[in-house]
């Protein structure tokens, strides 16, 4: 059986066995918090280079300076991440503006996935349609025929 020594050069040997193991552990933990970071750069460059790539300066230039200053809000206060659920019940509120229930079922129904979705982001938006069947409205009655006229009786 041996016994624990309890030297000080054993404790300098354990001491410096616990600096190795945080020295290796520390780079690893703190390359969590850079991948986002990381993350973050690629898609401002890629963000960047597709407003670089506008034709019309006005637009470049609106373009750059708005993803300019939303990088900076995000480095001053950056999101929590939401979530898909989250995301649709925002978009359902959305549709709260229609005051017509038939075009706020029609809104909630495309948020749910129905319908066609064209363009992109990047092109200027997305375009959303549902095609929806609206019964023709019923004619008006056709109103009654007078009857003739007739003279007035003479006595």
């Not at 309890?6 to 066995?17: G, I, W």
């Not at 809000?73 to 929590?80: G, H, K, L, T, V």
């Not at 989250?86 to 005051?99: D, E, F, I, P, S």
């Not at 075009?103 to 064209?118: H, P, T």
Request: net charge positive; proline share 10%.
């Amino acid at each position: 059986m041996t016994q624990a020594s309890h030297s000080p050069a054993a404790f300098t040997r354990h001491c410096l066995a616990a600096a190795a193991a945080l020295a290796l552990a520390l780079p690893a933990w703190a390359q969590g918090a850079g991948a986002a970071k990381t993350s973050t750069d690629n898609r401002y460059q890629q963000e960047r280079a597709a407003c670089a790539a506008m034709s019309n300066p006005e637009s470049r230039t609106s373009c750059l300076r708005d993803l300019g200053a939303a990088r900076q809000q995000a480095r001053r206060s950056p999101r929590a991440p939401v979530s898909p659920e989250q995301l649709q019940r925002n978009a359902l509120q959305r549709c709260q503006v229609h005051t017509a229930a038939d075009e706020r079922a029609i809104c909630e129904r495309m948020v749910r996935g129905e319908g066609e979705v064209s363009g992109s982001v990047s092109g200027g938006g997305l375009i959303r349609s549902i095609e929806t069947t609206v019964p023709a409205p019923m004619p008006a009655p056709a109103p009654m025929p007078m009857p003739p006229s007739e003279p007035p009786l003479r006595q």
